[in-house]
């Protein structure tokens, strides 16, 4: 049996339940460390990056709707300007019989854009479909395959390109990011190492441009899982794409002046709006205009504390409508306490229910241990009959201590 290394990542293709029957899959990446099994963790790339792509049938093709990374936060993949994820990142028209001979098409997609409207900045991707027979893996397995290219422009001369695999045994079996030659003078040694098998020594040629590997992983190995403990499925996926979140404004947008969509800490690009988030007693906020991503995103988050004892009054919060049409409901957000180091602090998170006559119903609440790393904290109710409007609040149990929120919903459970 092959050895993981600190370079290894866990990948798992599955359905997710959707609350209007439509076809969606995950598939995730963990990166591995110490022969630990990963959990959720959507910041720190250096003690357990985690991530997933989110890939739909909504149109014509399958296509990726989505993603999560550390790199960027979370991004969906916009396919116009009314919202529509709908054949963005196109894998392949989704009624192919295999076996099929070679097809493509041209698309249209803006990323890095988290909410919607006020998304532009649309470019043209070319993608590329193949299927293969017995097609070799760095496992040694030959596997029935579809491949599929997607170009950084409109034509095989671009700038880069991604390239993914699917078989009938694992889903998504394997990933390639190759660079221009333009970009980048050889092949990535790391990647080279972990997929030789299938890269032409880490070189490709297509049309008038030289590409070299950049990155690879090839998920076509087997482990048992540490324990038997492993579940893909208990990790949480963005509402956005299978439920409806009833909160706004939960990945606190970059904009430009103009309210324009923008990457931020650019041209005067920033986190500008905080409504309709509200606060209570002598909370401090602020935001933090990069919290998640290296390299670019427009995610930002909220920093908060509490100057004073905390004694239930100092919180953030935001009113939600209740959608009547459901009675099961999870909620939660992306929690941390950056300064920690080797401690954690406590919050509270808590759903109520509020009447039409402003009395409470009932409440559901989720102790929180803040790490230096954002976690995913969740928990779930059933609706009181009687409710009119959701409150999403979060109290802060330790005084100056900055606390830093993110990815906050509360949605119908599919």
């Given amino acids: 049996m092959p050895t993981q290394s600190n370079q290894a990542q866990i ?27 990963p959990f959720f963790w959507p910041g720190n790339s250096a003690s357990g990056d985690a991530a997933y792509d989110l890939i739909t049938t909504d149109g014509n093709y399958a296509a990726a709707a989505g993603t999560y990374d550390a790199g960027a936060g979370w991004q969906p993949l916009f396919q116009n300007t009314n919202c529509s994820t709908a054949d963005s990142w196109i894998l392949a028209p989704k009624n192919l019989s295999v076996p099929f001979s070679q097809g493509q098409t041209v698309a249209t997609l803006a990323g890095s854009f988290p909410q919607c409207p006020t998304v532009d900045g649309f470019a043209q991707s070319l993608t590329v479909w193949n299927y293969y027979q017995g097609y070799g893996y760095q496992s040694g397995k030959s596997l029935n395959t579809i491949k599929s290219w997607h170009f950084g422009g409109p034509t095989v ?32 040694a790391s990647a080279l190492s972990r997929c030789g098998v299938g890269t032409n020594n880490g070189v490709a040629t297509f049309g008038q441009t030289t590409y070299y590997l950049a990155d690879c992983h090839d998920w076509s190995f087997i482990f048992p ?5 492993w579940n893909p499925g208990d990790f949480h996926i963005d509402p956005f794409f299978n439920s409806i979140n009833l909160l706004s404004n939960t990945h606190m947008q970059c904009t430009n002046f103009n309210g324009r969509a923008r990457t931020c800490g650019v041209s005067n690009n ?16 602020t935001f933090n205009q990069n919290p998640q991503a290296p390299r ?32 099961e409901f999870t909620f939660g957000a992306a929690l941390k306490a950056p300064a920690a180091s080797g401690v954690t602090y406590p919050l509270y998170m808590a759903v109520f229910e509020i009447s039409a006559s402003g009395g409470q119903l009932a409440q ?17 109710f059933t609706r009181h009959p009687d409710a ?27």
Wanted: proline share 6%.
């Fill in 157 to 188: 001369n671009s700038n880069a390109i991604e390239v993914f695999f699917f078989t009938k045994e694992y889903g998504k079996t394997r990933w390639e990011a190759w660079q221009a030659s333009s970009e980048r003078s050889q092949p990535d």
């Fill in 225 to 229: 899982a540490a324990g038997g403990s």
């Fill in 364 to 380: 559901h609440v989720v102790n929180v241990n803040a790490q230096k790393d954002y976690r995913i904290f969740k928990g779930s």
């Fill in 388 to 414: 009119k409007t959701f409150r999403f609040q979060i109290y802060p149990d330790a005084i100056n201590t900055q606390f830093e929120l993110t990815d906050a919903w509360i949605a119908p459970k599919p």
């Fill in 11 to 37: 990948s798992d293709s599955y359905p997710i339940a959707d609350l209007f029957g439509r076809t969606r899959v995950v598939q995730n990446f963990y990166f591995t460390r110490g022969g630990n099994s």
């Fill in 270 to 285: 920033w986190c500008q709006t905080i409504a309709p988030w509200k606060r209570s007693g002598d909370l401090n906020w």
């Fill in 296 to 327: 670019e995103s427009s995610n930002c988050s909220l920093i908060f504390s509490v100057p004073s004892q905390p004694n239930g009054a100092q919180s953030v919060y935001q009113d939600a409508p209740v959608n009547q049409a459901y009675t």
